[in-house]
């Protein structure tokens, strides 16, 4: 009789990181790649990857057309490197869409804000308004004294020789 032990000795692990040095420092060791700036373009996502038919474990980060806003795509090892490339080329093409049509001034609009270009102007404004009205009305605007603290009145008496 013969018996056969066997122990796995290694593990095959992708340490190659598209990207490290895009990649925000709390997400290092965490994501595959960050691809959109530098010099890693989304289009070759599919081959850096061991092929188009690789199914990366680790999600990416995709850089939007200001190089500030990401996106993350993740596979979890289900996904090919391929459908990986084409989710991130969407979400790409729909950043620099968001960015043509000023996506955030219409957020602002719809809420009822100013436009960004009156905003530095509004607040001085509401600043000089304000030194204006204190100047004006002093007794509205007391001299600020420190906070009182309720625990000293609730102190017991201590007798005096």
Same mark, same amino acid.
């Given at each position: ?53 690789? &199914? ?42 968001? &960015? ?5 001034? %219409? ?10 270009? &009156? ?14 009205? %204190? ?17 000293? &009145? ?8």
């Amino acid at each position: 009789m013969s018996w056969e032990l066997m122990v796995p000795m290694a593990r095959r692990v992708n340490l190659y990181v598209a990207g490290q040095e895009e990649v925000p420092w709390a997400l290092r060791g965490y994501v595959a790649g960050a691809f959109g700036r530098g010099g890693i373009d989304i289009s070759e996502i599919g081959h850096i990857f061991g092929g188009r038919s690789a &199914k990366p474990e680790r999600p990416m980060l995709v850089y939007g057309p200001d190089s500030r806003v990401l996106t993350m795509v993740v596979g979890g090892g289900e996904a090919e490197a391929a459908e990986l490339e084409e989710l991130a080329l969407a979400a790409s093409e729909k950043m620099v869409e968001r &960015k043509k049509d000023d996506y955030m001034a %219409q957020l602002r609009e719809e809420a009822g804000r100013p436009p960004r270009e &009156k905003v530095t102007e509004l607040v001085s404004e509401a600043l000089r308004d304000h030194g204006r009205d %204190q100047i004006a009305n002093p007794s509205n605007y007391p001299k600020r004294t420190p906070p009182r603290r309720s625990w000293v &009145k609730n102190l017991p008496e201590i007798p005096v020789p």
